[in-house]
């Protein structure tokens, strides 16, 4: 069955740092998508970033990068420069069984402080 | 107004009480989702719509009932709830699978119900 970990309950990160969120995600489908998504406390999901299991390069999206490992069946999230608007839950997401299932993961609160 | 939108934004019902949730898209898309969400678990897909059909029902209890008059338009219509409906119930919407791109869901700022 597919499945979408997030080891990370919190994190807490200094303004300015980069930041990495793990995913590690498990399916045994060759063909899948994987995506990122942003809650801030207002509730609203936006969606980051996506990475398809047979693009050749890492997708990247202005401060975000995502490091998509194959082999190892990860695909973490890099925020580059952080700010404190980045202070949110953050999901990670497979596109499941179906033509509309995404599979989710618990997420992870990211804290960045001052 | 832009992208997707929903309300009430909050919302505390009776567990007799009859209610219901609006979603609407200004995105020109045609699938349309309601996902619940509540604390400490992964985020629960409800129901899909494409093209104003239900395409993907997860075993929700009969208590809450979609409707799709259109493919900008979704309700959630509430009814004997129970506490433990209590949650964040989101509304997106996407491009249908088979259009172009990698169809990413575009959500609603969601509505906070609390079940008395």
């Known amino acids: 069955a597919q499945k979408i970990t997030q080891t990370q309950p919190g994190m807490f990160v200094q303004e300015k740092e980069a930041v990495t969120l793990d995913c590690t995600y498990d399916?045994?489908?060759?063909?899948?998508?994987l995506f990122w998504y942003k809650q801030p406390s207002s509730g609203e999901m936006i969606f980051l970033i996506y990475q398809g299991s047979y693009d050749q390069q890492n997708a990247t999206e202005g401060r975000y990068s995502l490091n998509f490992q194959k082999a190892r069946k990860s695909a973490n999230l890099v925020i580059s420069a952080s700010q404190l608007g980045d202070s949110a839950m953050y999901f990670c997401?497979?596109?499941?069984?179906?033509?509309?299932?995404?599979?989710w993961g618990a997420g992870t609160k990211l804290i960045i402080k001052p | 107004e832009t992208g997707v939108t929903q309300t009430p934004r909050h919302l505390v019902m009776g567990m007799t009480n009859k209610k219901s949730l609006k979603c609407e898209q200004h995105?020109?898309?045609?699938?349309m989702y309601w996902y619940k969400q509540s604390a400490k678990k992964p985020l629960e897909l409800m129901f899909v719509?494409?093209?104003?059909?239900?395409?993907e029902n997860n075993s929700v209890p009969s208590r809450f009932s979609p409707e799709c008059p259109n493919s900008s338009h979704l309700f959630l219509h509430l009814h004997t709830l129970q506490p433990e409906d209590s949650a964040l119930y989101l509304c997106a919407s996407s491009r249908r699978t088979g259009e172009v791109g990698y169809n990413e869901q575009f959500f609603g700022p969601g509505t906070r119900l609390t079940v008395l």
């Open positions: 399916t045994s489908d060759p063909s899948y998508g």
């Open positions: 719509y494409s093209l104003e059909e239900r395409v």
């Open positions: 995105l020109g898309h045609n699938a």
């Open positions: 997401a497979m596109r499941g069984p179906g033509d509309y299932q995404l599979i």
